[in-house]
């Protein structure tokens, strides 16, 4: 009987907290403790590398290659069998474990011929073939908690209520039906102390029924959308660090753990990999005030990064800078004319180009004199914007190079540098705290780096610019030095370790 | 006859140095000196004050003050009368000059009545009536000119034939035509040795033949627009300064002059008033390579600042910050939400929105994780534009502050701040410098200055951000003591004074 | 006292109903009789040809003959007078009368003024001007009906509630503040056996509290605002015709009064003139199901047109032909290429373009194989838009004639007709008659007529086609007598006269 | 040796002219003759329902059933095996043949095992699929001409020079290059004496050299860009039928041939189906006059229908009705409410709207009272156009059916019809013959048809209009009956049959 005053968590391991069978175990042993005093949802990653094995299988198909890609899949194929073997203790459930998996591996390997023969698949095939990894990592799960006594119920995300549109790749739920569908799924199960047991980052379509995948950070998502929709407690993000980290670090050694940040903070820091959540995944318990917490499987003492609402933080709201981030693979287009400046209708224009392609804007800047917008984007997207805003703004012919435009044309000049990165410096409250753009510069500026590019937006949450590639590493490690490590001399923070 | 080997040069006298009739005197004897040896194209700005007079005596007029408004104009029309007097020597031309000036009162004066009466009047009845102040000043040089002996012809600029669309205010030449007509009428004065003396700023319809103006800068842009179609030698902007300045001299009063710059740092310049051009002004120049400079009528031994292109440049490039500008009364919209970053639809939606009400971007910010968009526009555009954005993008009913938008939306906010002021520091090649942006935000920091956004565009000639309006001179005056004053001590530069 | 199971009628009296004294005593014994067990509200457009004579004066004023423009207004001064001298016979009312135009004829002869000397006038100075024609006309309406003992109370639109945005010269209401201000000053008034005499046409601007008109149909517009915001029984509009007609009599002289037509017949009706109402002015009503009469001042006892919901139709609702209508003054562009079938992409494109000219679509035609788009717009706007669709979709040069489009380009012919005119066959319930289109084309084949062009849309309430101007009133002639005066032999009608 | 003053022809035999054995062996006939005359170029569409079957044969790949799939494919095997035999005498070609087919089904076994493993296949893999049926019938061809003595070389459309974008199933050729490579590949080996027989349908994208199909009429397409390319004399598409038929012959048994007609009639009866041509597929040859003859392969005597520009008829261009067509599988949207006439705006975003859903638009017509645009577009995308008609322009909620539009909202209605058929009635020059809109709604309404909507552009070369399904065959007998088939009696035309 399910206890009324017991809290519900919303629990997702993600593929390092399921890489193998050891992890699995470490997996299965939280979700006991966390069992004995509430009630819980658990939500599984695939397991360690599988879906990168899965993508190099499908790799190798296309080229033709069917042994090498069934070669790979049997790697996959050992893993999952020596977890079977060691997390699941009961010879029942083992059994049934097994048979289940093999009947998976059968359908993986016709997918695999068949891609072999076409040396292409659809992206509806590609996400069925995806969702292998999720449904035999959750699969084990379910076996190992059921084997130690635990009630559990294994569901996919389709099962478990989750119906989207029709992207395949990035579907996007349809929030209404799915959070009514989740809840009369998931709560009479809560209610019978049976544990959900689902597969994260993958679903299903709303109109043809058919599996989907929800895209990056699409087990989260599913973590989320669940907390969303039965009001949980709070959602455990189990990984394999300690936290959400001060900046990279492979970059940074001695990057620290940032113990508490705001929604908005966690969203910013996304757009730079770290262990950071999409702001897609984290908009459910945004909107609801459900606090998310990133723990370490293999430290669960460690309190980890708790990502929570500014009026919820304990001690108040830190300001400053928190971390410094950066991307690279991106290119700067340039746009310069004599009527930028004040003229809307040309702004209309080249974002009508980029929506056309499809092309998303990384960062963008226009200061007041300078006759020319500067853009952001995706590196690999570079050559044909700029082929599309000379066509369409200069009217040159691409074929041709010659202009045909005439003498009364605003615009002079489209062009780019694709050898540089952004760099980030985040946090939110640098509102409060003035000299933190010197104070970024200068420290830049003492590498010797010059910058490309500036933007901050006034919500002043961070500080982006653009460098050249060669400099990223110095610039991100000087600007941790100078805000990271230096505030960590002066107040006495919680020391963790990265994994 | 004329002198084949002559050179020809396209002189404008702005307001200033066609002040009273001490300054039309000075710019007379300046035109005098030149015409020795060169021809002579003069281009005549109002006198003085005069269009502001005019202005106010519209106002006037339009609150039913018909007196006040005659009043008004009498104090034009009295200065008008003594520089006839004493600027004209000839007795007859004097007497000439005042009937013809004696009717442009009358006509002033019918439209004023005009305007008391209907308490209001249309674009075109504005423009027609601001030309007088171009026509009294441009007929007293002319006679003035014409007394000491010089040949010389009073043109309209619809004379000379710059020939423009229909947009009342800010009139657009038809270039081609208005190449050919200004060739076809200017280059036999000049070829019989007559200065053509030619209304700035006024131009004509091509369809109505109506008068109409050309805008800011205009007749900055009459003496270039001119200079391309004969293809002079050089425009001189005969002002009231030594130059451009490296600073507005009202904030910083030992701000210097700028001996030589580009067409695009004159271009960006203009943006923050100072006496520079503005870009479209400059365009016609900056196409032929014309070199436009800026002299004092009152210090016409001062070399001033000339505005070339590159390649030009005496002693190379130099670059660096050369100057700090500030402008006032903007404000800053920020949008944020979830899925900006990566939405070109969105941005497409925002565009539309600011061209449908006609709105210019002065600065504009999205940096990659903040999920907002930041834009500066004029402060009194603020209101229109916000509440546009907030019915458009977030469906929110201005009348009831209700949204109406499903819990879909990807927008969450638009809000804004109009108590802020853009600061730019300006300068070609600061590409090459590495360090300026720090030194740029280490000093604005010393000064305790908070920064609310930061744009800098890839072509690096300016980094703008924007303060709080109180923060302003501080700002400024930091800056410029750090970045002119100091290398000022570094090198030997030409010490002016501004006037 | 007012009687509270007393019905409300908003009666708005036109033009004609007020064309000189003989007209207005005609009318207020209308109201008169109505008067007596009906509460009444009184709306009144400017007198006879007032609003023309105000026009004529301006274009001459415009052209700076004050005096001619003076004479004009002198005209309607005198019959305004004459309206006052014989309609108020109580000689206080009268003399107050007297006064209060005289001071108005002050008011237009300073506006007069002002645009003779200006020779312009802004769209502001315009609605201002063209509101005393209705403020005269009210005013002596007011005064006559206060003479013979009524309760009366004269109030211009603004006064009444009517809150409009600043689009001068056709304002459109910001509905709920106008609904609930109409509402809270009428209420009161008819409460108190009040008539409140209100201008027709005229409004006030919601911000800056300045006079506006509502253009076209703006009197019926007053009315039906007024009706819907204090639910009256029914709307009367009283003019000079005894109702709807089936055709122009100017071209069909026994064309029949409508008894009665739905909402949207009326509607469709009032593209083809005829003394029928806006679409627009209508819409109040609609919304509420109030029913609009048209009645004819002169003949008060035929019972006029019924504009009614077709809920509401007494014996049923007609079907069939109810009139024809034709519109010259138009033009037909046609836009011809391979690859417009299918390209909603080229359909954009050309009504960005349309859109952006300012300029209406009147009928719209596509077939399927054509590869081809025709459309009429109002004859006057064929050049610039033809123009426009040359440069913008074939890419042509308009200067040069030059087309610089690659031969990919899928457009290859802009043309237009400018010598045509529209007719259109007319009436609800076409739909259940089979035959009608074919019986609508014989008739016009008969005559030898040749169809440019046809649209009949899926509500089939009337059938629309382009033929050459001279072909109009055979066309129209020959479909009245087809159609309608067939029809009337079969069945006993309402006989009727229109004045 | 190539003799220089021999005609140079395109001829494209269709799939039903490479039927089976018989057919190719009669095509092949057809080829000896003309080639001892002239140079040819001989393009081959897939053997009869080759293509049929490999969509077939995909399905049952699709649904897993792989057996089903094998036999449908067996059966094409079979009957291009028993074709080789028959038609390829020379025993080393016929072995050759063979083994060349063997290993092109073995491909195809292997794409078909892939996609019953997938259930489901890219665009790119359906291209490569489809382009065997060509490939298989081409290789037949080439053999069996080469078998008679003829010097023949084997080309895909890719080897031949047809380069294209990347549109998988509709690709768009990169016209300057397929130029350029068309007739540096071809023009060799015409002047070898060499018959190049080049695959139909089939090409190569530009950027990845990857099979690729050009979608609808593709074959048509290769023969009319060869012959535009090298500048052929004719281009004789040889298939079963006499001709263009004035009717669909399913529906009119007596239906005719059509003698000539222009290239514009030839596009728009395609739209209608019969045997006409895409409007893409004749651009090239009407582009340069070339013309395009339709002949019979088992009636070669008959000279067809010749396609040509106006210019170039014989016995002068024939005016009137020459076709009557008929289009179902549509329905109508209607879009209503009071302000849609004279808004572009509106007609903007209702374009933008099908343009973001890839929506052609088959007919659309606009009357100008009706406040009322009404689209036909194909039945299976009425659904998902109506919901976002009503969604964006409406401001309803699909999910809740609630409108949030306010009360401003110009919009009253988006309703549709999905149970009707176009009918169209075609021919140059209705232009000069007035009353065929009349006889031709007169004819349909005594069927007792109702017409719902009428389009006629005015290039009026045809007259387009919705009935019921159910009306269809009734309105195209009468209409054939009424123009084609009276028409014959008068004049003497050549009598032909359809085969």
């Given at each position: 009987m399910s206890q009324d005053h017991q809290k519900t968590y919303v629990m997702k391991f993600g593929g390092s907290s399921l890489g193998g069978y050891k992890e699995i175990l470490q997996s299965v042993s939280i979700v006991e403790k966390y069992a004995g005093h509430s009630n819980l949802i658990v939500v599984c990653s695939a397991m360690g590398d599988t879906t990168d094995h899965l993508l190099k299988a499908i790799d190798q198909a296309k080229k033709g290659d069917l042994e090498k890609a069934r070669k790979t899949i049997s790697e996959i194929r050992a893993s999952i069998e020596k977890a079977i073997d060691k997390t699941v203790s009961d010879s029942s459930s083992k059994q049934k474990c097994r048979d289940w998996t093999a009947e998976r591996f059968e359908e993986i390997d016709k997918v695999l011929l068949g891609i072999s023969l076409l040396r292409d698949l659809s992206p509806r095939s590609l996400d069925y073939f995806l969702s292998f990894g999720e449904k035999l990592s959750t699969s084990i799960v379910e076996a190992a908690l059921s084997s130690i006594g635990l009630k559990t119920k294994y569901l996919t995300g389709g099962e478990a209520g989750i119906f989207t549109d029709e992207t395949f790749g990035s579907a996007e739920p349809v929030l209404k039906i799915t959070n009514e569908k989740l809840k009369a799924t998931l709560t009479p199960l809560i209610e019978s102390d049976v544990i959900p047991v689902v597969t994260g980052y993958i679903a299903e379509t709303l109109e043809g029924h058919e599996v989907i995948t929800l895209g990056r950070g699409g087990s989260d998502y599913t973590a989320t959308l669940i907390a969303a929709a039965i009001d949980a407690e709070e959602v455990l993000l189990w990984?394999?660090?300690?936290?959400?980290?001060?900046?990279d670090p492979r970059i940074i050694h001695n990057a620290r753990i940032l113990e508490q940040i705001s929604y908005l903070e966690a969203m910013e820091m996304s757009a730079f990999g770290a262990k950071a959540m999409q702001p897609r995944a984290l908009e459910p318990c945004a909107r609801k005030g459900i606090p998310v917490r990133i723990k370490n499987t293999f430290n669960p003492e460690v309190p980890g990064t708790l990502i929570l609402s500014t009026d919820n933080m304990v001690n108040g709201v830190q300001t400053g800078v928190k971390a410094v981030g950066s991307l690279t693979n991106v290119g700067v287009v340039n746009i310069s004319g004599t009527?930028?400046?004040?003229s809307p209708g040309t702004a209309v224009k080249i974002f009508e180009i980029l929506k056309e392609h499809g092309v998303g804007i990384l960062m963008m800047s226009q200061s007041v004199s300078e006759n020319n917008v500067s853009l952001v984007i995706r590196r690999n997207e570079l050559p044909k914007i700029v082929r599309a805003l000379k066509k369409?703004?200069?009217?040159?012919?691409?074929?041709?190079?010659?202009?045909?435009?005439?003498?009364?044309?605003?615009f002079s000049k489209v062009d780019y540098e694709d050898d540089v990165s952004i760099v980030a410096v985040l946090g939110r409250g640098m509102i409060g705290t003035p000299g933190i753009a010197g104070r970024v510069f200068s420290t830049v500026a003492k590498q010797g780096i010059n910058i490309r590019m500036i933007a901050q937006g006034s919500s002043e949450i961070n500080i982006s610019f653009v460098i050249k590639d060669k400099d990223r590493n110095k610039a991100v490690t000087a600007l941790h030095e100078e805000f990271v490590e230096r505030s960590l001399e002066d107040q006495p923070v919680l020391v963790s370790k990265a994994s």
């Open positions: 990984t394999d660090v300690d936290g959400i980290m001060s900046a009527s930028i400046v004040g369409d703004l200069l009217m040159e012919d691409p074929e041709t190079t010659r202009s045909t435009a005439s003498s009364n044309t605003k």
